[in-house]
């Protein structure tokens, strides 16, 4: 049996681009819907989007090396570390729902903070800066975006994810080219 440390390190040897990808995609159709079709439209995109990110992800791991639903795969306690933060950001729709009842534009807000949070665990488990800058950044522009476009909730605060997305993607898969 390897120690925690051992399979931390192992953990941090991925290339954890499956599921930014897979936000990227999300938002993007978000953003997408936003300019394109009706607030309504874009709710029910962005409801289905964003909850669909970790099946999205399951998919894309496969072209990405990463392989997640991959049964031969050594056992790795970081691995499950890493679907309870998944689920965190699932469970946060327990958050944005209710104030998506009283303020539909609530929406981009609360779940594209909330499900954001994922990336500060991350951020230890692999012991790379880039979670803690993901999750910070991703909440300051949300949260600006929203009281400075009232009327573009639903195409500024996703285009900010996608390109958070686009920033984390590249440091991520560069991070090992850096060391």
Do not use: C
């Not at 995609?25 to 029910?44: C, E, K, M, N, Y």
């Not at 910070?136 to 476009?149: A, E, M, P």
């Not at 909730?153 to 958070?164: C, K, S, W, Y």
Request: hydrophobic share 55%; net charge positive.
């Amino acid at each position: 049996m390897k120690t925690l440390e051992q399979q931390r390190q192992e953990f941090s040897k991925g290339p954890f681009l499956a599921t930014p990808i897979s936000g990227l995609i999300a938002w993007l159709l978000v953003a997408l819907s936003g300019i394109f079709f009706s607030d309504w439209v874009t709710v029910w995109v962005l409801f289905i989007g964003t909850g669909g990110i970790v099946y999205l992800a399951l998919f894309i791991s496969k072209f990405t090396g990463e392989h997640y639903l991959d049964k031969n795969k050594t056992k790795n306690v970081f691995d499950g570390l890493f679907f309870f933060t998944v689920a965190q950001a699932v469970l946060a729709y327990a958050i944005a729902i209710p104030f998506f009842l009283i303020d539909y534009t609530s929406l981009p807000l609360s779940v594209g903070i909330l499900t954001g949070t994922m990336w500060l665990p991350f951020s230890w488990i692999i012991q790379h800066w880039i979670g803690i800058v993901h999750a910070i950044v991703r909440t300051v522009s949300i949260v600006l975006l929203w009281y400075v476009f009232p009327d573009l909730r639903f195409v500024a605060i996703p285009l900010a994810i996608v390109a958070i997305y686009v920033v984390t993607l590249v440091i991520l898969n560069n991070r090992k080219k850096m060391v």
